[in-house]
């Protein structure tokens, strides 16, 4: 049980026992709290006071775990906590109410974004949830990882996959997971409004390029300044660049008979993998190693990483709010 809680909270042991301990606390302080209050109202009748007792508990429980949790230093846990009960409560609240939303059909004539055979999640409804648009242009084993990732969350969900090869296995993905697409046009995309109003109509709040091989325009960073992130397979600033994608970039550090490679999660502005970079990881490349053995290694490294930072860097701007 302290394993599956372990991973679910992605903390350590001794985190775990920390978090353990201030909800024992904070339950305490609570009950004892509301024992209080109660006998200051003096309240005589038990059918008063039981349903009042567990109203008072429940309103003064976050707030008892709150301040408990300043005392063992976990209140970053325990604020993302509460809000993430918030929204899950909400989300109920609006899954019993509403009638599943549609998702997001076409804008507009020439510009197709193909719906999902079936509803996606039924949390996926705006507000406290972060719809991510992931883009890719190849098998999509990136984008694989993450949809698998974001399965079950509560706040953030692949709302659309948008692709710019019409037969790219990412559009197979994307059919499987039930997960709309937007097939995007060279010339729109690049003369046009870089897709931002397709994409606005589409509620779509963070972008993912997860093997994304055109350039983006200004029009599209702009829109979507500090919330659009990139990875790249080699350790930036190196090995960067225009024409540095995929398979060119382990055959040329290949070449160069490099020591070790990596990836680069980053960013995106309006220069090729220039953006600020927010993490990154490496691999030893033996020698004999193959540009394919190399393009393996760097494909588990993302896969272990990209999903996690994705969470990192939206959570931060969840709790920006
Ligand atoms: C990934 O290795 C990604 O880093 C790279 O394309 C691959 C896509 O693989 N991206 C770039 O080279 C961007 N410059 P996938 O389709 O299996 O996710």
Redesign the pocket.
Known sequence: MFERLQQKWKVSGWRLLLILVTFALGGSLCGYLGRQLLGLLQIDSAVIRIPLYILLVTILWPFCVLLISLFTGQFKFFRTYLKKMGARMAGKKRADHLVPQAPPTNVNNDTLIQPATQPVNQSGAQGSVTRIAVF?S??????QKIIDYFRNSTTIQIALIVCNKPGAG?LGIAEREHIPTLLIEKEAFFRGNGYVDELKAAHIDFVVL??F?WKIPATLTAAYPNKMVN???ALLPRYGGKG???MH?HEAIIAAGEPESGITIHFVDNVY?NGAIIFQATCAIAPGDTPADLAQK??QL?HAHYPRIIEQVIEQLQNQR
């Open positions: 890719a190849g098998a999509g084993s990136n984008a990412v997860a093997g091989l990875i790249h397979p540095m994608y995929g970039v993998d760097v494909h993302e």
